[in-house]
């Protein structure tokens, strides 16, 4: 059973945009919100932790890196929500907690960055968009996004989808893989980019796409095998 989360705020700017990327299809939503965070140098306002999720963190180059961590750039007035993992059960928690960070302060939009799986054989990522927001599709479909009108969408942005009662907009990049997708994640902060006019120089983004594709690849590598010793270690208790 997964306890309450206890959210940690240091910091509490008024009127947001909230922006949240989770593992999903191709670990997109991940590794564009690390993108954003690292760009921007956004810096940490909060933390989330679960007591009865397994106590897991990362370090990379010297630094550790938490798993669940909030983050703010005050230029743009951007809050950046950002999970390296996310255990299965606790999707419904996450989107509670996003919810709770957008109402405490005071949130515009929440912006949802997620991946969906593709069956074609193209290597370019197509982009499509949901929002519940009237007139906001005309900015998508001006930017050559198209809606997405048939898909499955899994975690924490499916259930963001069912429980949001707040403007609520969803960027999908096409995936074409399980693996971690730097490709499909940077056509995702090139949407983004436009649709709030962050005025990023992409080039370089596009060029570092792959050496966060292989961070966050790591991460949740070590990750998982640290998960596996420890239960590994708890049968060999009952046993």
């Given at each position: 059973m997964?306890?309450?989360?206890?959210?940690k705020?240091s910091?509490?700017?008024?009127n947001?945009v909230?922006?949240?990327?989770?593992?999903?299809?191709g670990?997109v939503?991940?590794?564009a919100s690390?993108?954003?965070?690292?760009?921007?140098?956004?810096?940490q306002i909060?933390?989330?932790v679960?007591?009865?999720v397994p106590?897991l963190?990362?370090?990379?180059?010297?630094?550790v890196i938490?798993?669940?961590?909030?983050?703010y750039?005050q230029k743009?007035?951007l809050?950046?929500?950002h999970a390296?993992?996310a255990p299965?059960g606790t999707?419904?928690?996450?989107?509670?907690?996003?919810?709770?960070v957008?109402?405490?302060?005071k949130?515009k939009?929440i912006?949802s960055?997620?991946?969906?799986g593709?069956?074609s054989d193209?290597?370019e990522s197509?982009m499509?968009?949901?929002?519940?927001q009237?007139?906001?599709d005309k900015?998508?479909?001006?930017m050559?996004?198209?809606?997405?009108n048939?898909g499955i969408?899994m975690?924490?942005?499916s259930?963001l989808l069912?429980?949001s009662?707040?403007?609520?907009?969803c960027?999908?990049?096409?995936?074409h893989s399980?693996?971690?997708?730097?490709?499909?994640?940077a056509k995702?902060?090139e949407a983004?980019?436009a649709?709030?006019?962050?005025?990023?120089?992409?080039?370089p983004?596009?060029?570092?796409?792959?050496?966060f594709?292989?961070?966050i690849?790591?991460?949740?590598?070590q990750?998982?095998?640290?998960?596996?010793e420890?239960?590994?270690k708890?049968m060999?208790y009952v046993?």
């Amino acid at each position: 059973m997964i306890g309450i989360p206890d959210i940690k705020l240091s910091k509490k700017p008024l009127n947001p945009v909230v922006i949240d990327g989770f593992p999903g299809f191709g670990m997109v939503g991940t590794i564009a919100s690390e993108f954003l965070i690292d760009h921007l140098k956004a810096e940490q306002i909060g933390k989330i932790v679960f007591d009865n999720v397994p106590a897991l963190v990362a370090i990379h180059q010297g630094k550790v890196i938490e798993p669940y961590g909030i983050f703010y750039n005050q230029k743009y007035n951007l809050v950046i929500m950002h999970a390296m993992t996310a255990p299965q059960g606790t999707e419904w928690k996450f989107a509670d907690i996003i919810l709770d960070v957008a109402n405490q302060l005071k949130a515009k939009e929440i912006i949802s960055l997620e991946g969906v799986g593709s069956s074609s054989d193209k290597d370019e990522s197509k982009m499509f968009f949901y929002t519940n927001q009237t007139g906001k599709d005309k900015a998508f479909k001006k930017m050559g996004i198209e809606p997405l009108n048939e898909g499955i969408i899994m975690g924490v942005t499916s259930a963001l989808l069912i429980k949001s009662n707040m403007p609520l907009s969803c960027i999908f990049a096409e995936t074409h893989s399980g693996l971690p997708d730097s490709k499909a994640a940077a056509k995702l902060i090139e949407a983004l980019d436009a649709y709030l006019e962050l005025d990023v120089d992409f080039q370089p983004l596009l060029d570092m796409a792959a050496k966060f594709e292989q961070k966050i690849k790591k991460i949740v590598e070590q990750s998982k095998i640290a998960s596996e010793e420890r239960d590994k270690k708890v049968m060999s208790y009952v046993g």
